[in-house]
């Protein structure tokens, strides 16, 4: 599903992001990836949304190798994986019903499919009865939401997340978690970049530890996948 094959990343100015980097995520598994601030985490998820390029190795998605992807496939493969970012990227201007429904409108989607997916969507993460009000109007855990709802709107089968809990309080960061967690029961592969260790060990899935650009840890807390544990 997900390929890092001795993969390097050094931006202008000679900071190395990362370094040498080797890991496999299969289909349908869950994962963190945690490191102090710096370690490389963003841009190790900017390589897998082609927001960034590696200068050594290789990153493969669902088989394809990313970096001989033309400028021209790049839109159509990033709508295949949801997103979801710390600060939300809402649009306050816009209701949360038509915050959800914007990746089905770039698509052109007919407005009944995209409204029949926009409230599927809603109802999972439990803000269906308040797709008619203004985000500024809701919780940073509501707009979090929001923002879930959005990314798996146009059913991914990847779902990245970067710090997806950084601004929440423990108890609405574990809720959030425990909703990746329903996704990823139905398949969706996850992804999740978070340095709340004292919440992703509890989880007890896997976890990739980044330290200055270098993958220096990569354990399975329990055999949630086939195959962990090796």
């Keep these: 599903m997900i390929k890092f094959d001795n993969v390097s990343k050094r931006y202008p100015g000679g900071h190395q992001a990362l370094n040498q980097v080797n890991f496999e995520l299969v289909d349908g598994e ?12 963003s841009t190790l998820l900017k390589l897998i949304m082609l927001m960034e390029k590696a200068q050594q190795g290789q990153v493969f998605v669902n088989g394809k190798n990313l970096n001989r992807m033309s400028p021209a496939q790049i839109p159509f493969y990033r709508r295949r994986i949801g997103v979801v970012f710390q600060d939300h ?17 770039i698509e052109g989607y007919p407005k009944h499919e995209a409204d029949r997916r926009v409230r599927a969507a809603l109802d999972k993460v439990g803000l269906l009865k308040k797709e008619k009000m203004l985000p500024i109007t809701l919780s940073g855990g509501e707009q979090q939401r929001i923002g879930i709802a959005r990314a798996v709107v146009n059913r991914p089968k990847i779902l990245l997340a970067d710090e997806p809990t950084g601004n929440l309080d423990p108890e609405l960061a574990a809720e959030i978690m425990h909703l990746f967690e329903q996704f990823n029961q139905v398949g969706v592969s ?8 004292s919440l992703i060990t509890r989880l007890k899935h896997r976890i990739l530890t980044l330290d200055k650009g270098r993958l220096i840890q990569d354990a399975y807390h329990t055999a949630t996948v086939p195959g962990a544990g090796r």
Excluded: C, E
């Design 30 to 41: 869950m994962a963190f990836l945690t490191g102090r601030s710096g370690a490389g985490k």
């Design 89 to 105: 990227q809402l649009l306050f201007d816009r209701n949360v019903f038509d915050n959800v429904a914007l990746p089905l409108q």
């Design 190 to 197: 996850m992804l999740i970049a978070s340095h709340d260790l």
